[in-house]
């Protein structure tokens, strides 16, 4: 028999989740198990989410140690039966997700709020940001399964790296547009990210362009950004004059194959410069500083390369919330050294990649080096964070922001796991997906939670359809 669901939890489902089949189906698994099973849903904790690319919604409710999981794609909304399977395992990341201390539930589901995202603008000189996520006081805002603050979301170099590859996606299955691109920023600011991340070199003659890869391939030649000219730097790829052509763009893929580089939809590299003036001045900027990864570079390149980069934001940020980020260890110190206005993070692949440089080898490692020269926080690989939440903690503890980027990032999945972990915010390459996922999860998680004990003691019995007068 299926009995009738808790009212609060039935009501947000229905009106949060989508589409309104799988809103249905959601409930009548809530409801089956509640009627088979009376204390099964009574002091457990309860995820829901909602899958943009499968079109799925997954349910998990933990109670000690099992879990019982619903999923879309084991039945059909459509005639109304349910399939539930009890599970003493339930995957890494989500058996983490939910057992997280003082959570009750958690959801998540397509989009129903904007987040207001957080303000990295200036600060007064010599005085400690005050990170997202930490109130004046300094405690965490997030408490009690609660936070104040949404995931801020940021694009990865703009609107999402070139042919990302998306935990289940393959080359080729989504639009590309070239990154690093005024255009891919604009597309990132329509889709409602709340940052963009970019990667900045320095020309030979002194000027900022925005370039990732350490070197600039063509089909026969190779140049770091810092022995070209900002005209050379310019010829190549698609040029802003349609009468003239560039030279081709090649690039080294992950398999070592050197192959032409294109893009479903295309634009021109571009300086610092233009990107300030023709995107949003509500869109943030996350300013990398690139460097050759595998080549030492001198303290003189180091400065010469700050320097440059200061004085085109003192001509044309105008206002716009800015922080940086680097690789490099000295390079982050030289940016918080030089200026005190813009937060500065030390990006870390967390241990992921072993480096000669041990400051780049662990999130711990990073943490020293923040706290040791005063920067604001760090940006690590995701990975060691959802392989050991506690890592998230302690960042919070040395009193730092903490972002993530990753491919694990384009999952709904992921997000939610962080934004219970405290992280700040994600980069992200599927921008409008990942927005929709941060706005849910943060204005689920905010739900008064309902008292179940009370539900429990107020259930009347059951009366059979057939025995109703």
């Not at 039935?10 to 089956?32: D, G, K, N, Y």
């Not at 603008?121 to 805002?141: E, T, Y």
Request: hydrophobic share 40%; charged share 20%; net charge negative.
């Amino acid at each position: 028999m299926i009995g009738a669901a808790p009212p609060l939890l039935s009501s947000a489902i229905q009106t949060l989740s989508s589409p309104s089949s799988s809103a249905s189906s959601v409930c009548m698994f809530l409801q089956s198990v509640q009627a088979l099973h009376p204390n099964s849903i009574c002091g457990s904790q309860l995820l829901v989410t909602y899958s943009r690319y499968s079109n799925r919604v997954s349910v998990g409710i933990r109670k000690l140690s099992q879990l019982w999981r619903y999923d879309s794609s084991l039945g059909c909304p459509s005639c109304r039966s349910v399939r539930y399977h009890q599970l003493v395992s339930f995957g890494g990341n989500l058996s983490e997700f939910i057992r997280v201390p003082g959570i009750r539930f958690d959801m998540a589901a397509p989009a129903v709020a904007r987040p207001v995202g957080f303000n990295l603008g200036p600060l007064a000189r010599d005085v400690p940001l005050v990170v997202p996520g930490l109130n004046s006081s300094g405690q965490d805002s997030y408490s009690h399964g609660r936070r104040s603050d949404p995931l801020v979301v940021i694009g990865h170099r703009g609107c999402g790296k070139n042919n990302p590859l998306s935990i289940g996606d393959t080359p080729g299955s989504r639009l590309s547009i070239r990154e690093n691109t005024v255009k891919s920023f604009n597309l990132a600011a329509s889709n409602g990210a709340d940052y963009v991340e970019f990667d900045v070199q320095v020309t030979k003659d002194g000027h900022v362009v925005i370039f990732h890869d350490d070197l600039l391939l063509s089909e026969t030649e190779a140049f770091r950004i810092q022995d070209l000219t900002l005209e050379e730097f310019l010829s190549f790829g698609p040029q802003k004059d349609q009468d003239k052509v560039g030279k081709n763009l090649v690039r080294r893929g992950q398999d070592g194959v050197v192959k032409e580089w294109t893009a479903t939809l295309e634009d021109s590299l571009c300086t610092l410069k233009e990107a300030f003036e023709q995107t949003p001045p509500t869109l943030g900027f996350n300013i990398e500083m690139k460097f050759h990864d595998k080549e030492e570079t001198s303290e003189a390149e180091l400065r010469r390369s700050v320097a440059a980069v200061l004085a085109d934001i003192a001509k044309y940020a105008n206002g716009r919330n800015i922080f940086f980020s680097s690789f490099h260890p000295d390079a982050a110190i030289i940016l918080r050294q030089e200026q005190s206005a813009f937060p500065v993070f030390f990006l870390t692949c967390g241990g992921e990649q072993i480096h000669a440089d041990e400051r780049r080898n662990s999130v711990e490692a990073a943490i020293r080096l923040c706290e040791d020269n005063g920067l604001q926080g760090l940006v690590t690989e995701v990975l060691p964070i959802l392989k050991n939440p506690e890592l998230a903690v302690r960042v919070k503890e040395a009193g730092l922001s903490l972002l993530t980027y990753g491919d694990h990032n384009n999952l709904a999945e992921a997000l939610a796991q962080q934004y219970i972990s405290g992280v700040d915010g994600i980069i992200v390459d599927c921008v409008r997906e990942m927005v929709t996922a941060a706005r849910t999860v943060h204005a689920l998680s905010n739900f008064v939670q309902p008292d179940w004990t009370q539900w429990t003691q107020q259930q009347k019995p059951h009366t059979p359809l057939g025995q109703i007068a």
